[in-house]
């Protein structure tokens, strides 16, 4: 009988549990930045995204895969590795990313508009004339929520 316990308990600490990974990082505002899955990780916002259509009920506000943030009381920039989809049609990160897997997005906060996908040399543009200056944190060193 131990025996079998024990080797009950060894699978569900081998295999580990679907989803106990996931978090939840609440930013400004209402917006949140979820993990899904290991390359699931988006922004949404408890507002619908304002893009002029009344009938638009979109909460998504930055698609797979959140990478970086940075936020003020006006602005969430965020930085995204674009997936691709393997053979097996499972979305996953490039091996070596390189700038051109990159996009940008702001969103700004009071209005729930957001834009996007930029490049860089757009975010460094729009970032000027806002009058920001970007420091992106990794979402790995943001403080998170179950």
Excluded at 27 to 53: P, T
Excluded at 67 to 87: G, R, S
Excluded at 111 to 117: D, F, L, R, Y
Aim: charged letters at 25%.
């Amino acid at each position: 009988m131990k025996h079998l316990i024990l080797l009950i308990v060894s699978c569900f600490i081998l295999s580990g549990c679907a989803g106990l990974a996931d978090y939840t990082i609440s930013l400004d505002n209402g917006y949140r930045i979820d993990r899904l899955s290991a390359h699931q990780i988006q922004i949404y916002g408890e507002e619908a995204v304002n893009d002029g259509n009344e009938n638009t009920f979109n909460y998504l506000y930055v698609p797979a895969k959140v990478t970086d943030v940075w936020w003020d009381k006006q602005y969430i920039i965020a930085k995204q590795l674009h997936l691709k989809t393997n053979e097996r049609g499972v979305e996953e990160p490039p091996q070596n990313p390189t700038d051109d897997d990159y996009s940008y997005w702001i969103i700004e906060i009071d209005e729930n508009e957001v834009k996007g996908p930029l490049t860089l040399k757009e975010l460094e543009n729009n970032s000027e004339q806002l009058g920001i200056n970007i420091v992106f944190t990794p979402i790995e060193k943001l403080k998170r929520e179950p």
